[in-house]
């Protein structure tokens, strides 16, 4: 019944045992250390804020007419908004998702997940070229004799929300549908379903939950929008709170207002994220992993660069395999075309405007001007700097709660050491700013340690994003392999050199790049820093901007957004698939 | 058998971040020059066409080995609240470019010293009774307009609120821009209680609130976004003389213009008070003064004799000179500015 | 000897209560449905859980308080043996070192156990490369070389079909003949037991009842 052995076999089992591994440092140690860093940038100046918030009085400020006002203005234009963004995306989605095999899907789809790579202060600029007074539409209608539209005040608000937030609804809402099996769509048409009925019973079952959470997110981004209301609110009649409180402290020096405004946003944020926890959706907005994300992780060799251009824009965007659709009629697939070809205009025509007015007389001595240099270079500087500080701070939360939720199986705690991530849903940046200046002011000229306090705020801005990034890759692994590690001893630095690097290069070069451009084009911590000595690119766009030098402001509109983009595929680039190229 | 992956990326990059860090934070303390002056300034102040540069050039040809270093900043109110913001730690030697409506407000801070500046030879409309604050020009509020877009211009605010809907105006932000919290309080000066109702009805006609005065005379107005734009009586003199151009004017307003007296302090905490306060005593002598008429296009505090431009000559007269005094603007500003907010939001 | 001295874990709402001696030098089987405590036995010897009262003995030293790499065990899973993004060679490297500083004589043992599975020629390839089957072998190669005194493997032969399995029964055969670890393999073929010639131990509702062997 035995076998002969194989002589190898015998030879190999006479080897003398393996040596035993060298423990390291202790698992929590990240983990408490990340935490610690947000919790004193974000409690300290908190404290700051209730010791100064002491001295006020709740009645007389709930009884200023402005306050009220301002909060009303704040809710009824994030409504606007979030209704106008989902309202127009829906049709979008349809579309999309009944042509799958649309030529330039992908990147179109693409293109709308660009919309958290360009910096918001940018594409105001494209769109006050586009939609204000000398812009385009304007041009266009004073030719055929009308009166030119306004766009400062909610129209402009309006406008700039529904920009950034359509392609996130849209995109939402794409991948949902994309989800719904061939079957669904073949058992419609074998039953005879029309459109209507089609959307009741297919399309809308699946769309309701992302939508929702989409809305809530939508709602919790106009809401605390700054940039947008700042420049294209043209007033004190479009003012919301976060703006509010810049004003009460950069224009009035009127710190009770900045604290007592400041604590209402926080209040308001703090209700909105409870919200969205009832919201329906896995919260993963698009980032979600797919069964290509779990291919991308191991990636085969071997691959043309061509073949790899191809795959990048269609990877996660075109469905799995080869789908079928309800067939529908000529003038359906008009309007389709139509409708996804406005989407794309809509979103494409202020970048194309932008891209134009860079190109003026004005461009070369702007390019060369020492503030406009002095300001890339902080703006590069701080860019990095907030994208290894979000970075570490990642990992080190979830090093630890990956251990905690894996290993010690305790996943809810867990989970809720890794909300402490989002704690800037919470603490707008101007409302973080407000507390890091009160904090920091009887110590410090803080105009002069600008840079640092923006970074600090960008950081945690960025947060969110990069552990949403990193979280599904680290938990595979560990999921996968966590006894296997035990087993074989491969802990901390070897770990994390053979084991967990290779696996997360990619995400934490996508990770990277997502902080170094939200840094790079951020204008709401540097307005409240900023100064003649210290000023990043969207600081200098915005004054530019606001004193109507508009050729000047369109160089340097032209100069980030290509800062932005070369610093994203740079980092996605470099950190995520290395300099070398692939070997056979 | 080699290793799969390099793990420099990671060591590189936070070594790369401190040291970027680093020389972020280098200079960021300042060492301040034994014999240099800093002053908060606004921007039209030190444009080509200000008086900066000669003012700058001429007191240091007196005091020999000193430097003085303008500090541009985005508006006029905004140089008080940015030495409120920096508190002690600020920077500033010199402020210059606030004015009387500001004078008691920016004296409550605490963080002005003393002018220790003659200033009973000045030449104003009224007494000058502060020991803190040194004049160093003066002017009168009024709507610059276009006589090209305006033939007939409003000669009183009820004009002004009656007139045709195309008579639209650009004003300033009164929380940033001093001649926008002068029109504010001109019009309570002249309505008093009625203000509000006032800048209700004027809603229709502005254009836009701009953050100061440069953006809303220069980018906006002379680029004929709007027909008036809140400005000073003697902004035409400098078109006149210099553009040698009649086309932009001031209208008279028979309610009566208001004041503004554009003034100059020192910082307590400076450690450059002595040098300071030369400046400041420069600042109402000649040398410092032929620059104002055509650099900063308002009155000089002292009488120049043949050395004013012709052109001022041409300028409206007020038929009667507002002011309000500095403490009870003091007192009143925040309610004021309120009224004002409410009144714009409705 | 593998003992597990009245050994009790709650996991949850199922409670299991273990106490059994093993002989070195034998292979168990241990048959059972799922949930009924197979993989946490396994768990609780190498380490993965601790039990919440009770002692588990090797050759009469406590285990409990050794960490799973410290213990002399070894485990073979049903998935994930291997990283998918280091090749066949450097998995079986981490066997002798966790962090693949391997000294000349090292990487020759490693040579040497893949040419004992006989996959010799696959040293470079990467598992997504290999077949269920290979891919299990590659882990096999690895306890065969970390050559712990007890061998535990969780359903190693789940994902293989008919042919494969067969061999790697004869393998496993082969391996644990050659140096002799107590093994415990657990599956819920009764088949396996016969090809491996081993000891059934039959587990339900949390305990271990012994069967007569063929």
Same mark, same amino acid.
């Given at each position: 019944?035995?076998?002969?052995?194989?002589?190898?076999?015998?030879?190999?089992?006479?080897?003398?045992?393996?040596?035993?591994?060298?423990?390291?440092?202790?698992?929590?140690?990240?983990?408490?250390?990340?935490?610690?860093?947000?919790?004193?940038?974000?409690?300290?100046?908190?404290?700051?804020?209730?010791?100064?918030?002491?001295?006020?009085?709740?009645?007389?400020?709930?009884?200023?007419?402005?306050?009220?006002?301002?909060?009303?203005?704040?809710?009824?234009?994030?409504?606007?908004?979030?209704?106008?963004?989902?309202?127009?995306?829906?049709?979008?989605?349809?579309?999309?998702?009944?042509?799958?095999?649309?030529?330039?899907?992908?990147?179109?789809?693409?293109?709308?997940?660009?919309?958290?790579?360009?910096?918001?202060?940018?594409?105001?600029?494209?769109?006050?070229?586009?939609?204000?007074?000398?812009?385009?539409?304007?041009?266009?209608?004073?030719?055929?004799?009308?009166?030119?539209?306004?766009?400062?005040?909610?129209?402009?608000?309006?406008?700039?929300?529904?920009?950034?937030?359509?392609?996130?609804?849209?995109?939402?809402?794409?991948?949902?549908?994309?989800?719904?099996?061939?079957?669904?769509?073949?058992?419609?048409?074998?039953?005879?379903?029309?459109?209507?009925?089609?959307?009741?019973?297919?399309?809308?079952?699946?769309?309701?939950?992302?939508?929702?959470?989409?809305?809530?997110?939508?709602?919790?981004?106009?809401?605390?929008?700054?940039?947008?209301?700042?420049?294209?609110?043209?007033?004190?009649?479009?003012?919301?709170?976060?703006?509010?409180?810049?004003?009460?402290?950069?224009?009035?020096?009127?710190?009770?207002?900045?604290?007592?405004?400041?604590?209402?946003?926080?209040?308001?944020?703090?209700?909105?994220?409870?919200?969205?926890?009832?919201?329906?959706?896995?919260?993963?907005?698009?980032?979600?992993?797919?069964?290509?994300?779990?291919?991308?992780?191991?990636?085969?060799?071997?691959?043309?660069?061509?073949?790899?251009?191809?795959?990048?824009?269609?990877?996660?965007?075109?469905?799995?395999?080869?789908?079928?659709?309800?067939?529908?009629?000529?003038?359906?697939?008009?309007?389709?075309?139509?409708?996804?070809?406005?989407?794309?205009?809509?979103?494409?025509?202020?970048?194309?405007?932008?891209?134009?007015?860079?190109?003026?007389?004005?461009?070369?001595?702007?390019?060369?001007?020492?503030?406009?240099?002095?300001?890339?270079?902080?703006?590069?500087?701080?860019?990095?700097?907030?994208?290894?500080?979000?970075?570490?701070?990642?990992?080190?939360?979830?090093?630890?709660?990956?251990?905690?939720?894996?290993?010690?199986?305790?996943?809810?705690?867990?989970?809720?050491?890794?909300?402490?991530?989002?704690?800037?849903?919470?603490?707008?940046?101007?409302?973080?700013?407000?507390?890091?200046?009160?904090?920091?002011?009887?110590?410090?000229?803080?105009?002069?340690?600008?840079?640092?306090?923006?970074?600090?705020?960008?950081?945690?801005?960025?947060?969110?994003?990069?552990?949403?990034?990193?979280?599904?890759?680290?938990?595979?692994?560990?999921?996968?392999?966590?006894?296997?590690?035990?087993?074989?001893?491969?802990?901390?630095?070897?770990?994390?050199?053979?084991?967990?690097?290779?696996?997360?290069?990619?995400?934490?070069?996508?990770?990277?790049?997502?902080?170094?451009?939200?840094?790079?084009?951020?204008?709401?911590?540097?307005?409240?820093?900023?100064?003649?000595?210290?000023?990043?690119?969207?600081?200098?766009?915005?004054?530019?901007?606001?004193?109507?030098?508009?050729?000047?402001?369109?160089?340097?509109?032209?100069?980030?957004?290509?800062?932005?983009?070369?610093?994203?595929?740079?980092?996605?680039?470099?950190?995520?698939?290395?300099?070398?190229?692939?070997?056979? | 058998?080699?290793?799969?992956?390099?793990?420099?990326?990671?060591?590189?990059?936070?070594?790369?971040?401190?040291?970027?860090?680093?020389?972020?934070?280098?200079?960021?303390?300042?060492?301040?020059?034994?014999?240099?002056?800093?002053?908060?300034?606004?921007?039209?102040?030190?444009?080509?066409?200000?008086?900066?540069?000669?003012?700058?050039?001429?007191?240091?040809?007196?005091?020999?080995?000193?430097?003085?270093?303008?500090?541009?900043?985005?508006?006029?109110?905004?140089?008080?609240?940015?030495?409120?913001?920096?508190?002690?730690?600020?920077?500033? &030697? #010199?402020?210059?470019?606030? /004015?009387?409506?500001?004078? !008691?407000?920016?004296? %409550? +801070?605490?963080? @002005? *010293?003393?002018?220790?500046?003659?200033?009973?030879?000045?030449?104003?409309?009224?007494?000058?009774?502060? &020991? #803190?604050?040194?004049?160093? /020009?003066?002017?009168?509020? !009024?709507?610059?307009? %276009? +006589?090209?877009? @305006? *033939?007939?211009?409003?000669?009183?605010?009820?004009?002004?609120?009656?007139?045709?809907?195309?008579?639209?105006?650009?004003?300033?932000?009164?929380?940033?821009?001093?001649?926008?919290?002068?029109?504010?309080?001109?019009?309570? *000066?002249?309505?008093?209680?009625?203000?509000?109702?006032?800048?209700?009805?004027?809603?229709?006609?502005?254009?836009?609130?701009?953050?100061?005065?440069?953006?809303?005379?220069?980018?906006?107005?002379?680029?004929?976004?709007?027909?008036?734009?809140?400005?000073?009586?003697?902004?035409?003199?400098?078109?006149?003389?210099?553009?040698?151009?009649?086309?932009?004017?001031?209208?008279?307003?028979?309610?009566?213009?208001?004041?503004?007296?554009?003034?100059?302090?020192?910082?307590?905490?400076?450690?450059?008070?002595?040098?300071?306060?030369?400046?400041?005593?420069?600042?109402?002598?000649?040398?410092?003064?032929?620059?104002?008429?055509?650099?900063?296009?308002?009155?000089?505090?002292?009488?120049?004799?043949?050395?004013?431009?012709?052109?001022?000559?041409?300028?409206?007269?007020?038929?009667?000179?507002?002011?309000?005094?500095?403490?009870?603007?003091?007192?009143?500003?925040?309610?004021?500015?309120?009224?004002?907010?409410?009144?714009?939001?409705? | 000897?593998?003992?597990?001295?009245?050994?009790?874990?709650?996991?949850?709402?199922?409670?299991?209560?273990?106490?059994?001696?093993?002989?070195?030098?034998?292979?168990?089987?241990?048959?059972?449905?799922?949930?009924?405590?197979?993989?946490?036995?396994?768990?609780?010897?190498?380490?993965?859980?601790?039990?919440?009262?009770?002692?588990?003995?090797?050759?009469?030293?406590?285990?409990?308080?050794?960490?799973?790499?410290?213990?002399?065990?070894?485990?073979?899973?049903?998935?994930?043996?291997?990283?998918?993004?280091?090749?066949?060679?450097?998995?079986?490297?981490?066997?002798?070192?966790?962090?693949?500083?391997?000294?000349?004589?090292?990487?020759?043992?490693?040579?040497?156990?893949?040419?004992?599975?006989?996959?010799?020629?696959?040293?470079?390839?990467?598992?997504?490369?290999?077949?269920?089957?290979?891919?299990?072998?590659?882990?096999?190669?690895?306890?065969?070389?970390?050559?712990?005194?007890?061998?535990?493997?969780?359903?190693?032969?789940?994902?293989?079909?008919?042919?494969?399995?067969?061999?790697?029964?004869?393998?496993?055969?082969?391996?644990?003949?050659?140096?002799?670890?107590?093994?415990?393999?657990?599956?819920?073929?009764?088949?396996?037991?016969?090809?491996?010639?081993?000891?059934?131990?039959?587990?339900?509702?949390?305990?271990?009842?012994?069967?007569?062997?063929?």
């Amino acid at each position: 019944m035995a076998r002969r052995l194989h002589p190898l076999i015998a030879k190999v089992s006479s080897r003398p045992e393996a040596r035993a591994p060298s423990p390291g440092l202790p698992w929590w140690l990240g983990g408490a250390c990340a935490l610690a860093v947000v919790l004193a940038l974000t409690a300290l100046p908190l404290g700051a804020m209730l010791v100064e918030a002491g001295t006020l009085d709740p009645g007389a400020l709930f009884a200023d007419p402005w306050v009220a006002r301002v909060i009303r203005f704040s809710l009824f234009q994030a409504t606007l908004s979030t209704v106008l963004a989902v309202a127009l995306a829906l049709p979008v989605a349809l579309a999309l998702a009944h042509e799958p095999r649309f030529p330039g899907r992908g990147a179109l789809v693409t293109l709308f997940s660009l919309s958290l790579v360009i910096p918001t202060i940018v594409a105001i600029f494209g769109i006050v070229a586009v939609y204000g007074r000398s812009g385009w539409l304007n041009g266009a209608l004073a030719n055929v004799g009308m009166a030119p539209l306004p766009l400062y005040g909610l129209p402009g608000i309006l406008v700039a929300h529904v920009f950034f937030n359509l392609p996130l609804a849209a995109r939402v809402m794409l991948q949902s549908l994309d989800g719904i099996p061939d079957n669904q769509w073949r058992l419609a048409a074998q039953l005879g379903m029309g459109p209507l009925a089609r959307f009741r019973l297919i399309e809308w079952p699946s769309l309701r939950a992302p939508l929702i959470g989409a809305a809530v997110l939508i709602f919790t981004l106009c809401f605390t929008s700054f940039a947008i209301v700042m420049t294209l609110g043209g007033g004190p009649r479009a003012t919301t709170i976060e703006v509010a409180i810049y004003q009460a402290l950069r224009f009035d020096f009127d710190l009770p207002l900045a604290v007592a405004l400041a604590l209402v946003q926080l209040v308001m944020c703090a209700l909105l994220m409870i919200a969205s926890t009832f919201a329906p959706g896995d919260g993963s907005l698009g980032f979600a992993p797919t069964a290509q994300d779990a291919r991308d992780a191991y990636p085969i060799e071997g691959r043309g660069l061509r073949q790899r251009l191809r795959t990048w824009l269609e990877r996660r965007h075109a469905p799995d395999r080869a789908c079928w659709r309800p067939r529908a009629g000529m003038a359906v697939r008009l309007s389709r075309g139509l409708i996804i070809g406005s989407a794309a205009g809509f979103v494409l025509l202020p970048l194309a405007a932008l891209v134009i007015a860079a190109f003026n007389g004005k461009t070369l001595s702007v390019l060369g001007d020492p503030a406009t240099l002095e300001a890339a270079r902080n703006t590069v500087i701080a860019a990095f700097a907030t994208a290894a500080l979000a970075l570490a701070l990642a990992l080190g939360l979830l090093s630890a709660t990956r251990r905690l939720r894996v290993r010690a199986r305790r996943e809810r705690i867990g989970r809720w050491l890794q909300l402490f991530g989002n704690v800037i849903l919470v603490l707008p940046p101007v409302v973080l700013g407000t507390g890091l200046f009160l904090l920091l002011r009887p110590w410090a000229d803080v105009f002069s340690i600008a840079l640092v306090l923006v970074v600090a705020i960008n950081a945690l801005m960025a947060l969110p994003f990069v552990l949403r990034v990193l979280d599904a890759p680290m938990m595979r692994v560990a999921r996968q392999h966590d006894r296997l590690l035990q087993s074989l001893g491969i802990r901390g630095w070897n770990r994390w050199r053979l084991i967990d690097w290779p696996v997360l290069r990619r995400p934490v070069g996508l990770a990277l790049a997502l902080a170094a451009t939200l840094s790079a084009g951020d204008l709401s911590a540097i307005a409240l820093f900023g100064s003649e000595r210290v000023r990043t690119l969207p600081l200098l766009l915005y004054q530019r901007m606001g004193s109507y030098r508009l050729e000047e402001a369109a160089v340097t509109a032209g100069l980030l957004l290509l800062l932005c983009l070369v610093l994203f595929a740079t980092l996605q680039r470099l950190v995520g698939e290395g300099v070398r190229a692939r070997t056979r | 058998m080699t290793l799969p992956v390099s793990p420099h990326p990671t060591l590189i990059r936070p070594a790369l971040v401190a040291a970027l860090l680093a020389c972020a934070l280098g200079p960021s303390v300042a060492g301040a020059d034994a014999r240099s002056l800093t002053v908060y300034t606004y921007e039209s102040f030190v444009s080509e066409w200000g008086p900066g540069l000669t003012i700058k050039t001429a007191f240091e040809a007196e005091c020999g080995d000193c430097t003085v270093e303008f500090v541009p900043l985005d508006s006029s109110a905004g140089i008080l609240n940015r030495v409120q913001l920096e508190g002690k730690n600020t920077r500033a &030697d #010199v402020v210059l470019g606030l /004015d009387t409506n500001l004078m !008691a407000i920016a004296e %409550d +801070t605490g963080l @002005l *010293a003393p002018s220790e500046v003659d200033t009973t030879e000045l030449v104003l409309p009224i007494d000058w009774t502060s &020991d #803190v604050f040194v004049p160093y /020009d003066f002017g009168f509020f !009024a709507f610059v307009y %276009d +006589t090209e877009a @305006l *033939a007939t211009p409003p000669t009183s605010f009820e004009a002004l609120l009656d007139a045709p809907e195309d008579v639209r105006i650009i004003i300033q932000d009164p929380r940033t821009s001093t001649p926008g919290l002068g029109l504010l309080l001109w019009i309570k *000066a002249v309505y008093g209680d009625e203000a509000d109702a006032v800048w209700e009805k004027l809603q229709p006609r502005i254009v836009t609130v701009t953050k100061g005065w440069s953006e809303a005379y220069f980018s906006l107005f002379l680029n004929g976004e709007a027909p008036m734009v809140l400005s000073y009586s003697t902004s035409p003199g400098y078109h006149m003389a210099v553009d040698e151009t009649d086309r932009w004017q001031a209208a008279a307003f028979d309610d009566g213009h208001y004041l503004q007296v554009e003034v100059a302090a020192a910082l307590k905490d400076s450690p450059n008070l002595a040098l300071a306060r030369e400046f400041l005593a420069f600042l109402p002598t000649p040398p410092a003064q032929t620059a104002i008429p055509l650099g900063n296009v308002m009155y000089p505090v002292v009488d120049l004799g043949d050395d004013m431009p012709e052109a001022f000559e041409r300028l409206i007269e007020p038929a009667s000179v507002l002011l309000l005094s500095p403490d009870v603007v003091r007192d009143e500003r925040e309610g004021w500015i309120d009224e004002w907010l409410d009144a714009s939001t409705r | 000897m593998l003992e597990l001295d009245d050994v009790t874990l709650a996991l949850g709402e199922a409670r299991f209560r273990f106490s059994l001696a093993l002989g070195a030098d034998a292979v168990h089987v241990l048959l059972g449905r799922s949930g009924s405590g197979k993989s946490t036995l396994l768990n609780l010897v190498a380490g993965f859980a601790a039990p919440d009262t009770g002692d588990i003995r090797w050759n009469g030293a406590s285990l409990l308080a050794l960490a799973p790499d410290r213990r002399p065990v070894n485990t073979l899973f049903q998935h994930h043996n291997l990283f998918a993004h280091l090749s066949v060679a450097q998995n079986v490297g981490l066997g002798l070192h966790p962090g693949l500083k391997l000294t000349g004589a090292q990487h020759e043992q490693v040579r040497d156990a893949l040419a004992a599975v006989g996959l010799a020629a696959h040293a470079d390839k990467r598992p997504p490369a290999l077949s269920g089957g290979e891919q299990q072998r590659v882990g096999l190669a690895r306890c065969l070389l970390r050559r712990k005194p007890v061998l535990l493997m969780d359903e190693p032969f789940g994902a293989l079909d008919g042919a494969t399995r067969q061999e790697m029964i004869a393998l496993t055969r082969d391996v644990t003949a050659s140096y002799s670890p107590c093994t415990i393999v657990v599956t819920h073929d009764p088949e396996d037991a016969a090809g491996l010639g081993a000891r059934v131990l039959r587990i339900a509702d949390g305990q271990v009842r012994p069967e007569p062997s063929a």
